[in-house]
């Protein structure tokens, strides 16, 4: 598993642990209130004629015997007998009994069968047949709520099966035994029918010399059924009454409920972020895009001085981070357009300007700028303009932010399609060293990385770094993990993520400005 694969889930680790030990209570309080129920078992050997007799009999055999005899065991016969086993036996109702109808002439008797009795169906449903594997052991294990019960059940089943394998092998052994006798007295009728030759010289009769040997041959096949060992059942361990209930188990029911809760919530958290490919917090982009979290902005429309406090905790990072110079150029990006860039930048300008700085919000973004829809002013002149050497001083427009304070804002220009070209001229770094003796700070709003380069040509000719903007609810993880690649193989520095739209459960800035100042929103 990698590391990517671990990151949501850490990331929710505290809601997991907090759903396994809500499941594991739950588990703990429903198995509490179960009945108990008490299990005991019985068990019987099978033993084949065949073996017994001193013939040699292969595993499968054996194990084919075993599982003709657990079928058997589970028949209503073996049922029946049960019952009879039972210390308290109750009145039973017969499986079937025998009506007369009388009709015009002879009467006629019919079988009509019976439902099973409720104690028929209470053990039915209380024993269950399994065989041991490998041995040729067949186990009646009985689950009642009473541990007398599931003793007398189990011992009651075992012992009718032993009977009932001690009769269904005699009333086979009785059916041959019938059958030669019948053929017996067959070939004792058919030699009195032959005449008997009164010299006694004379030669034995070929039909008496038949019928003779073939009752010598019935004979010592009687002897040998008689003789041939049974399939037996012996019972080898009797059941004992239990001592303690198998169920319920509350500590291992709420273990197992944990176990299973924290799977579940494993793969909930996995798909969610497979399928979405958002990062969950500010935490969760800065660790997985190795950048610091410079700012987390939350999405309050109705709290504008929460907002406020995100943008001064923004600009003391930056401050923090490009400390020493006397002026500063800092381009804001991200990897797609609707991260909020625009928003970064102008809000930031603002923060910078109530601390009394000379600060330059610029529209970097030649080729769908914003920044002067938010600010209400009009699209040219602007950069474009400085950059094709139409103006001599920078056509900047003051924008009032409200207390007394106003930012300075560039806009885009005229629209270029060819606007790598513009930045990739010396002119571009020109424009940046005079804002740098004009400003002490200037706030590029650039294009987003994944779409153009010229995100990555403005960074690298003259600014002091890199705002990576990350969107809760827009930004994906690939895409942000690509353009953070090309920034660094382009060895841009990066300052840092702002990490817009947060939540409103993870706002956490305290409510110290007033919401009497204006601040600029998208």
């Not at 002879?106 to 028929?120: D, G, K, S, Y």
Request: charged fraction near 20%.
């Amino acid at each position: 598993m990698t590391r990517e694969t671990l990151r949501p889930i850490w990331s929710y680790k505290w809601w997991l642990l907090l759903f396994a030990i809500a499941a594991a209570a739950g588990g703990y309080y429903l198995s509490s209130r179960e009945s108990n129920t008490y299990e005991a078992t019985a068990s019987v050997q099978l033993e084949s004629g065949l073996q017994a007799s001193g013939q040699f009999i292969d595993q499968p055999t054996l194990m084919q015997l075993a599982n003709t005899y657990q079928s058997l065991a589970g028949t209503d016969a073996v049922l029946q007998l049960a019952i009879q086993y039972l210390p308290a036996q109750p009145t039973t109702t017969p499986t079937s009994t025998t009506t007369t109808v009388p009709p015009a002439s002879t009467p006629t008797t019919v079988a009509v069968p019976q439902p099973p009795t409720t104690l028929e169906l209470r053990i039915k449903h209380s024993v269950t047949i399994s065989q041991e594997n490998e041995v040729t052991v067949l186990d009646f294990v009985a689950d009642t709520g009473s541990p007398q019960t599931s003793q007398e059940y189990a011992q009651a089943y075992a012992e009718g099966f032993v009977q009932y394998v001690t009769t269904y092998q005699t009333g086979q052994r009785n059916d041959a035994l019938n059958r030669i006798a019948a053929q017996v007295s067959q070939i004792e009728v058919q030699l009195r029918a032959v005449p008997v030759s009164p010299d006694p010289n004379a030669p034995e009769d070929p039909t008496r010399t038949a019928l003779t040997t073939e009752l010598t041959a019935l004979g010592t096949q009687a002897a040998t059924e008689e003789s041939m060992p049974r399939d037996t059942a012996t019972l080898v361990q009797p059941a004992t009454i239990p001592t303690s209930p198998i169920s319920p188990v509350p500590k291992r029911d709420a273990a197992l409920a944990a176990l299973a809760a924290l799977i579940l919530g494993v793969v909930i958290v996995y798909l969610r972020a497979a399928l979405t490919d958002r990062y969950d917090s500010g935490e969760d982009a800065s660790d997985d895009l190795e950048l610091p979290l410079l700012a987390e902005v939350p999405r309050l429309a109705n709290q504008p001085e929460i907002r406020i406090e995100a943008f001064r905790a923004l600009r003391t990072s930056v401050l923090f981070a490009l400390r020493g110079r006397s002026s500063m150029v800092v381009l804001v990006t991200s990897a797609e357009e609707v991260a909020g860039k625009t928003f970064v930048t102008i809000n930031l300008a603002t923060s910078l300007a109530l601390e009394g700085r000379k600060v330059l919000a610029a529209d970097a973004d030649l080729r769908r700028p914003t920044l002067h829809k938010v600010t209400d002013i009009p699209i040219s002149p602007g950069l474009a303009n400085i950059l094709h050497g139409w103006f001599a001083e920078l056509p900047a427009r003051v924008v009032p932010v409200g207390g007394g304070v106003a930012v300075d804002v560039m806009p885009a220009g005229l629209l270029n399609r060819e606007a790598s070209e513009l930045f990739s001229r010396e002119r571009i770094e020109t424009v940046i060293a005079g804002l740098r003796e004009q400003y002490e700070a200037v706030i590029f709003d650039s294009p987003p990385v994944g779409a153009v380069v010229d995100a990555a040509i403005i960074a690298g000719r003259g600014t002091d770094g890199v705002l990576f903007v990350v969107n809760a609810h827009r930004t994906h993880k690939r895409d942000a993990r690509r353009a953070v690649q090309t920034l660094r193989a382009l060895e841009i520095p990066l300052l840092g993520i702002v990490y817009n739209g947060s939540s409103a459960r993870r706002a956490r800035y305290p409510q110290r400005y007033a919401a009497r100042r204006r601040w600029i929103r998208t």
